[in-house]
């Protein structure tokens, strides 16, 4: 299990990079000895900012989504110039257009982004651009050249963690989770200010990826095109300066070294067509613009789809999707794809019986379609026609046993029937997946809730536990196995796993309470 700190940690890698001796566990981000972290520690430095972006609810997790990212990045990472490089890529709910890197090859995409895009080749632009600079060492880089501002950053950190705690440190408390995500943004920043021969770096090393990967090398100019016209429309107040445009300068010259690398590696079919969007992503400071109107299908099939979904997913509410799509739709009739995000909006707005009847009509159309397809059984099965949904869920495993969307989708609604002999099914229908899935929160919190109505609240509890342990919370992980292995249920064998977990657990609270980190829940109680 690898070790996740809480937020308030990015105040004690600040500190260590002052040179404070109580620090030596930690990593020695920018120190004046100039030693570079380890592969080890970089990923745990990613790590951490996953878990707390998580646990502060900005992570959009789907797993149809999640796979569709997952293979566009693994196509990418395995085509860049270090196809053994571990990347992690992550979405987020945010509708501002962004995307970035950081250590541990972590690289999150923004909503936004895929929503303002035409077509797959645009979003493996930005990424293959994000790849390059983690391949290329950039933001490791940035880290040595960070020293001379840790101060500020160490003031910024120790004035959000102030807010956190004299707001109750709640994390559903606006103005904290504000203050948290800004000094995160400012260490971020000053660790992954890249220089112009760092972009050019990778606008080089990005083109290339997306040449292997098969993908249209035109993009990265046309991307870099955008980027010069907003910073021009900004003097006449038509957009805001994206963040990006501040530490990524855009010239004439950069775009025409683009195009002509483009044309020295052959050029794909199609084309890179981007337009106006909204980007200040406080997080980090990358802030990509591109967006467009046409519908192509891209290189993994599911962008147009990926793209309806993330629509419906990152609305504030799933009427207001709804809403969306309804306008949509007075300015023209919707595509098979628009179709799909707005039956998936109503099934999320508890209106299953609509929903079946336009995914019913979609599959007429696009049969044997994953994505409708799924999204068709959850309709059918929270509409009450639960036999149809059974048969349609047992095909899909039948034709693909171990796939993560199809189990969780199904384990959840045979949750939501909140029967033992459903959480049993539901056990059962996750469980060739739990070998491969220790590090995936989702996974323990759907099985956790699977075997609590299964009538085995021990598994469900360990479940529950290892779900709290991935969001960054170690020790609340700690107390809810502590609490568990009391109960008169267990088991000798449970209770073996339970102690092995506890005494895997410990040493990280032990750590993070020597440094002073407590957790704010439990200290409120």
């Given at each position: 299990m690898r070790r996740i700190l809480p937020i308030t940690a990015a105040l004690t890698f600040a500190l260590a990079s002052l040179g404070a001796p109580a620090q030596d566990a930690l990593p020695d981000i920018g120190s004046s000895a100039g030693q570079l972290l380890t592969p080890h520690q970089q990923e745990q430095y990613g790590a951490m900012m996953l878990a707390q972006l998580r646990h502060y609810d900005y992570l959009l997790e789907d797993p149809l989504v999640d796979g569709w990212l997952d293979t566009l990045g693994a196509r990418l990472a395995a085509n860049?110039?270090?196809?053994?490089?571990?990347?992690?890529?992550?979405?987020?709910?945010?509708?501002?257009?962004?995307?970035?890197?950081?250590?541990?090859?972590?690289?999150?995409?923004?909503?936004?982004?895929?929503?303002?895009?035409?077509?797959?080749?645009?979003v493996a632009a930005v990424m293959s651009h994000e790849i390059a600079h983690v391949t290329q060492e950039h933001v490791l880089r940035g880290v040595e050249r960070a020293q001379r501002d840790q101060v500020p950053i160490l003031l910024a950190m120790l004035g959000a963690v102030v807010l956190a705690q004299s707001s109750g440190g709640n994390s559903s408390d606006d103005a904290a989770q504000a203050a948290i995500v800004s000094a995160m943004g400012l260490a971020q920043q000053r660790q992954?200010?890249?220089?112009?021969?760092?972009?050019?770096?990778?606008?080089?090393?990005?083109?290339?990826?997306?040449?292997?990967?098969?993908?249209?090398?035109?993009?990265?100019?046309?991307?870099?095109?955008?980027?010069?016209?907003?910073?021009?429309?900004?003097?006449?107040?038509?957009?805001?300066?994206p963040d990006y445009l501040m530490t990524h300068p855009v010239t004439t010259t950069r775009i025409s070294e683009a195009k002509a690398r483009a044309e020295q590696l052959g050029r794909s079919p199609?084309?890179?067509?981007?337009?106006?969007?909204?980007?200040?992503?406080?997080?980090?400071?990358?802030?990509?613009?591109?967006?467009?109107?046409?519908?192509?299908?891209?290189?993994?099939?599911?962008?147009?789809?990926?793209?309806?979904?993330?629509?419906?997913?990152?609305?504030?509410?799933?009427?207001?999707?709804?809403?969306?799509?309804?306008?949509?739709?007075?300015?023209?009739?919707?595509?098979?794809?628009?179709?799909?995000?707005?039956?998936?909006?109503?099934?999320?707005?508890?209106?299953?019986?609509?929903?079946?009847?336009?995914?019913?009509?979609?599959?007429?159309d696009r049969p044997g379609d994953l994505w409708i397809e799924l999204g068709l059984a959850e309709?059918?099965?929270?509409?009450?026609?639960?036999?149809?949904?059974?048969?349609?869920?047992?095909?899909?495993?039948?034709?693909?046993?171990?796939?993560?969307a199809i189990a969780l989708t199904y384990a959840r609604v045979?949750?939501?029937?909140?029967?033992?002999?459903?959480?049993?099914?539901?056990?059962?229908?996750?469980?060739?997946?739990?070998?491969?899935?220790?590090?995936d929160p989702e996974f323990q919190r759907t099985y956790a809730r699977a075997s609590e109505i299964a009538g085995e609240p021990i598994r469900a509890g360990e479940a529950y536990a290892e779900a709290t342990l991935l969001s960054g919370r170690a020790e609340q992980a700690l107390v809810q196995l502590n609490i568990l292995k009391k109960r008169p249920e267990v088991d000798y064998y449970a209770r073996q796993r339970i102690e092995a977990r506890i005494a895997q657990i410990t040493p990280m609270v032990l750590e993070l309470h020597r440094q002073g980190i407590h957790d704010e829940v439990l200290d409120r109680r």
């Open positions: 860049s110039d270090m196809p053994r490089q571990p990347f992690t890529f992550f979405m987020m709910g945010d509708r501002r257009i962004n995307a970035f890197a950081t250590l541990g090859g972590y690289i999150g995409v923004n909503a936004g982004l895929v929503l303002a895009a035409e077509r797959e080749d645009e992954i200010n890249y220089t112009r021969s760092n972009e050019h770096e990778a606008d080089r090393l990005g083109i290339q990826t997306l040449s292997r990967s098969h993908y249209d090398t035109d993009a990265m100019a046309d991307f870099f095109g955008t980027m010069l016209t907003r910073s021009r429309a900004n003097a006449a107040g038509a957009y805001d300066t199609g084309g890179f067509s981007v337009g106006p969007g909204s980007t200040d992503n406080p997080l980090l400071p990358e802030g990509l613009v591109i967006g467009g109107d046409a519908l192509q299908s891209g290189g993994t099939g599911q962008f147009e789809l990926a793209r309806e979904r993330l629509r419906v997913l990152s609305a504030e509410t799933p009427p207001a999707a709804v809403r969306e799509y309804e306008r949509m739709a007075a300015g023209g009739k919707l595509t098979e794809a628009q179709r799909y995000g707005l039956a998936i909006a109503r099934l999320r707005a508890n209106e299953p019986k609509a929903a079946a009847k336009g995914l019913a009509e979609l599959l007429d309709a059918q099965s929270r509409s009450g026609n639960r036999e149809a949904a059974d048969a349609r869920f047992a095909r899909l495993l039948q034709r693909a046993p171990r796939n993560r045979l949750s939501e029937r909140n029967t033992v002999e459903a959480g049993k099914r539901a056990q059962a229908v996750l469980r060739p997946l739990l070998a491969r899935s220790s590090q």
